[in-house]
């Protein structure tokens, strides 16, 4: 299974008041995303399902790569990706769509991160993920731990976002 980790584009700042998972992707962080999605749409990326952090700010992201991806489907929203979520549990979520060939997973720092880790099986390993950045993690086990090989990793400054 194709795994693609994506972190969020730039957001507008907090505000007081306002809750931070209300808080939208800016004009800015959407054209660097864009440019990050449609450089991994050249690399052949096709997910067959995306699951995205209930932020709005994921949400939005999720959206762009639905469109860049040409992805029909429907976004299936998920707390294992939040903020402060779990990497075990959001495993255990893609283990139980073991049958998808790819599945993007749209949410946030230090989640995002954390994630790559356990997937490589390596939680010492450290990953500089920037807004808008995404990674490719092939996994062909999908047992209780993953044992993941790190395929990519594109950046907005490697994709002239």
């Known amino acids: 299974m194709e795994i693609y980790l994506l972190r969020h584009g730039i957001a507008e700042a907090g505000r007081p008041g306002h809750d931070d998972s209300e808080r939208a992707l ?4 959407r054209e660097k995303l864009r ?7 050249s690399a052949g990326v096709e997910p067959t399902l995306i699951l995205a952090s209930p932020y709005v700010r994921a949400i939005e ?3 762009e790569a639905a469109d860049v991806f040409g992805y029909h489907g429907e976004i299936e929203k ?8 779990s990497p075990h549990d959001a495993w255990d979520e893609i283990r139980e769509r073991k049958s998808e060939t790819a599945i993007l997973l749209a949410g946030h720092e ?6 790559a880790a ?12 920037k807004k808008a950045a995404i990674v490719r ?9 993953p044992r993941g090989v790190l395929k990519w990793m594109l950046t907005p400054a490697l994709c002239g976002g």
């Open 26 to 29: 800016t004009e800015e962080g």
């Open 35 to 41: 440019a990050v999605l449609k450089r991994a749409r």
């Open 61 to 63: 992201t999720a959206r």
């Open 78 to 85: 998920t707390r294992a990706l939040l903020p402060e979520a």
């Open 110 to 115: 230090p989640m995002m991160s954390s994630m």
């Open 118 to 129: 356990h997937l490589l099986a390596s939680p010492a390993v450290m990953l500089d993920m």
């Open 137 to 145: 993690v092939d996994c062909d086990r999908m047992g209780v731990h």
